[in-house]
Nanobody
Framework: QVQLRESGGGLVQAGESLRLSCAAS???????MAWFRQTPESGREFVAR????????YYSDAVKGRFTISRDIAENTMYLQMNNLNTEDTAVYYC???????????????WGHGTQVTVSS
């Protein structure tokens, strides 16, 4: 059974950084791991994803150059390093896993409960 647990969210000022973690278990048949974010206004938005075993990374245009997705296979943990945060990055961030090579949210079968990131101006 796949379980995902996010941590690392918080309140920061614009321009600062945060690192989110996603502790995973049961991901033996998982191909892709991803970060999505959600606000009441915009719905669920793709942020970044990676192929777990091949270490290929993909980013949304909104975060490219500021965010970095990575993983520690030995620890079964995925990370999202977020630099130069701005108020538009305020959202609940979710970790997700899919058995497919996919970018769309419906392809991600397993989800964490989310962690709140709030960026103040």
């Amino acid at each position: 059974q796949v379980q995902l647990r996010e941590s690392g969210g918080g309140l920061v000022q614009a321009g600062e950084s945060l690192r989110l973690s996603c502790a995973a278990s049961g991901i033996f048949n998982i191909y892709s791991m991803a970060w999505f974010r959600q606000t009441p206004e915009s719905g669920r938005e793709f942020v970044a994803r990676m192929s777990w075993h091949y270490d290929q990374q993909y980013y949304s245009d909104a975060v490219k150059g500021r965010f970095t997705i990575s993983r520690d296979i030995a620890e079964n943990t995925m990370y999202l390093q977020m630099n130069n945060l701005n108020t538009e990055d305020t959202a609940v961030y979710y970790c997700a896993a899919s058995p497919r090579d996919a970018a769309d949210a419906p392809s991600y079968v397993y989800w964490g409960h989310g962690t709140q990131v709030t960026v103040s101006s």
